[in-house]
């Protein structure tokens, strides 16, 4: 049986990123930049004002004062997006506004606030730094220089940058396609009215769904399986449209009607680990069907959730591209509010809530910690790591916490 670390290390040495593919700026958030961006020309593209005033030559201002103030001629006036940014000399000024050209043999701004003006006469009282308020050609990024690193998480503030570079798409990692097969006799499909007494809804599709939208994968219907290896073969058969990856949800375990396993084998399949250290969780699969990787996750519905966040969620973060060391999600430090018994043997995810307060990070563990309680997660935000070796989490303690919003 697989430790939590090693099972996780196996599925990311064991997955390839996708190949990349070309998408519009606006459906690139969250995906990741497939090459290092080239400036393909300097940022500003030219010297301009930084805000509404008047372009000078600071040498004009070295004996101002208010007793002995400057006056400069108003010879032009240059707009933000002006093709023509005119030309002074020691004397004159130009009126300016942000984001316009600075004109020839200016070299600074003077802020309309700062000057008065009387007709075409600006009159000046203090002093002027040379190249105050000018944004110069080339100080954000200059030409040639790489502006974003490949493998960065596209935000919308690298969508910013990229936009003024008048790009409207990008080459990013491609997230795959997932194909869900749900397995049991007793489930029911949800939004179907027309339930036994003893059969549940199907609600891991569903969450798998949700959860799988979230990371901005496709979803590849496969249906649900009845309790039968002959039904689970035809099923894992059926699969079409080449997914990315393949989960199963329910029959992993050891019982006698858990024929996810035997079915994989069956059909021709590998299997890499069948258990994993954990709790919730222990049944989890990893393996590969068809030179697909394929993922058999326990059908409580609490094991689901957690399993797919630790091990799918990485899994589809790198088929993206994004670097090993950033598909699982990051530990937090937090401070435990009540105590947690546990029994020893596997690392524990418990279910908890966060709260930031002040300078304090604290968890409250949930009331409802069974695989199978559905309103334990509702509510929940974070897991709180037990270690294998631990009998007792006491309240106020440090605890390691996974984020999960």
Do not use: W
């Amino acid at each position: 049986m697989l430790s939590y670390d090693d099972a996780v290390s196996h599925i990311l040495s064991s997955i390839q990123p996708l190949p990349s593919m070309l998408v519009p700026l606006e459906f690139s958030p969250k995906k990741i930049l497939s090459d290092d961006l080239i400036a393909p020309f300097s940022l500003p593209r030219f010297d301009n004002s930084q805000m509404d005033g008047y372009a000078v030559i600071a040498a004009d201002f070295q004996s101002v004062s208010a007793e002995a103030p400057v006056r400069l001629k108003v010879v032009s006036e240059v707009q933000a997006g002006s093709q023509e940014k005119g030309r002074i000399q020691s004397g004159q000024c130009s009126r300016i506004f942000t984001g316009a050209p600075l004109p020839e043999g200016a070299d600074s701004v003077i802020a309309q606030e700062d000057v008065s003006r009387q007709a075409d006469v600006i009159v000046v009282v203090s002093s002027v730094e040379q190249g105050q308020f000018v944004r110069l050609h080339g100080e954000d990024i200059e030409q040639g220089g790489v502006a974003i690193r490949a493998r960065t998480q596209i935000r919308p503030y690298e969508i910013s940058l990229m936009a003024a570079f008048g790009m409207d798409s990008v080459n990013v990692g491609s997230f795959p396609r997932i194909a869900i097969i749900s397995t049991g006799n007793e489930l029911v499909a949800t939004g179907n009215e027309k339930i036994g007494e003893f059969q549940v809804y199907d609600s891991n599709s569903t969450t798998l769904d949700a959860l799988i939208a979230r990371e901005g994968a496709g979803i590849v219907h496969a249906g649900m399986a009845e309790d039968s290896q002959a039904e689970t073969e035809v099923a894992l058969k059926s699969i079409r449209h080449s997914p990315d990856l393949i989960i199963t949800c329910g029959g992993v375990s050891v019982g006698d009607y858990d024929y996810i396993r035997p079915a994989v084998l069956a059909l021709g399949g590998t299997l890499d680990f069948i258990q994993v250290a954990i709790r919730p969780g222990k049944p989890t699969v990893f393996g590969n069907l068809n030179g697909i990787p394929f993922f058999g996750l326990p059908g409580n519905p609490v094991s689901a959730m957690i399993t797919f966040e630790l091990f799918v969620r990485p899994a589809i973060l790198r088929t993206a591209g994004y670097p090993v060391e950033r598909c699982c999600r990051p530990m937090i430090d937090a401070i435990l509010s009540s105590e947690i018994g546990h029994e020893p043997g596997r690392k524990t995810f418990a279910r908890g809530k966060v709260e930031f307060a002040d300078a304090t990070i604290r968890v409250t563990p949930g009331n409802r910690q069974r695989s199978d309680q559905v309103s334990g997660m509702s509510g929940s935000d974070a897991l709180i790591v037990i270690p294998e070796d631990v009998k007792t989490l006491a309240a106020e303690s440090k605890v390691k916490v996974m984020l999960l919003d």
